[in-house]
């Protein structure tokens, strides 16, 4: 069905998510893979399953307070934040590359493992800076033994970044005490070889960390 997957294989993923179904059985379910479902509903919320205990297997009271407390907390963060403005999305991506962008000169690059960090990235790296799409480039990390096609079509898709664009894959040595599926997109790297547009962000961010800049 291509990675981007059929409209109507998305919206059944989509369903069974918000109804708290596994990323595994909602593959088995529609016999597509596990990748392309998790791209479908990554903006999907969802609530892990109580953790059981003891032969009756009942829920432990400590955890369903957890998950209760989380998810109160998750909307109370949602209904504060809102809908970003344009002033707050730009302060909130300088403040992104501040903690995790490269501060080598020369190329604008951000790392990371987590989609929605790399997503967020590069919808404001799009937004406020005039990027060439062509000088993109896309590159990744990931342990030996893991799906490599799928992992580039994964990060392709969610980065809007053509396949043909990625450098080529680090393959890591396996390490036995991560489990298989913690990190099996791998970490993604975003590049942009722009010496001018690199030190554009940068001024940014040492702005952004300037005494100047913050309230009294």
Not at 158 to 169: D, E, R
Not at 177 to 188: D, L, P, Q, V
Request: charged share 25%; aromatic share 8%; proline share 5%.
């Amino acid at each position: 069905m291509g990675y981007r997957g059929k409209v109507k294989e998305q919206e059944k993923a989509r369903a069974l998510r918000a109804q708290n179904h596994t990323l595994a059985d909602i593959a088995r379910t529609l016999g597509v893979s596990k990748s392309s479902v998790s791209l479908w509903v990554r903006d999907v919320p969802f609530t892990p399953t109580l953790r059981l205990r003891g032969p009756h297997r009942h829920p432990h009271p400590a955890h369903e307070a957890k998950l209760r407390q989380i998810e109160e907390l998750n909307r109370a963060g949602r209904e504060r934040l809102g809908i970003l403005s344009d002033e707050a999305l730009f302060a909130a991506g300088v403040a992104l590359y501040a903690g995790e962008g490269s501060k080598t000169d020369g190329e604008v690059r951000f790392s990371n493992s987590d989609p929605k960090m790399v997503r967020l990235f590069c919808m404001w790296f799009r937004r406020f800076f005039n990027v060439d799409e062509k000088r993109l480039r896309g590159r990744l990390y990931l342990h030996e033994g893991l799906d490599l096609t799928a992992a580039e079509e994964f990060w392709s898709a969610l980065a809007i970044i053509p396949t043909h664009q990625f450098h080529k894959a680090y393959r890591a040595v396996p390490d036995p005490s991560i489990r298989r599926n913690k990190h099996e997109h791998g970490c993604f790297s975003v590049g942009y070889g722009c010496a001018r547009t690199h030190r554009e962000v940068m001024g940014l961010v040492r702005a952004l960390l300037s005494s100047e800049t913050l309230p009294g």
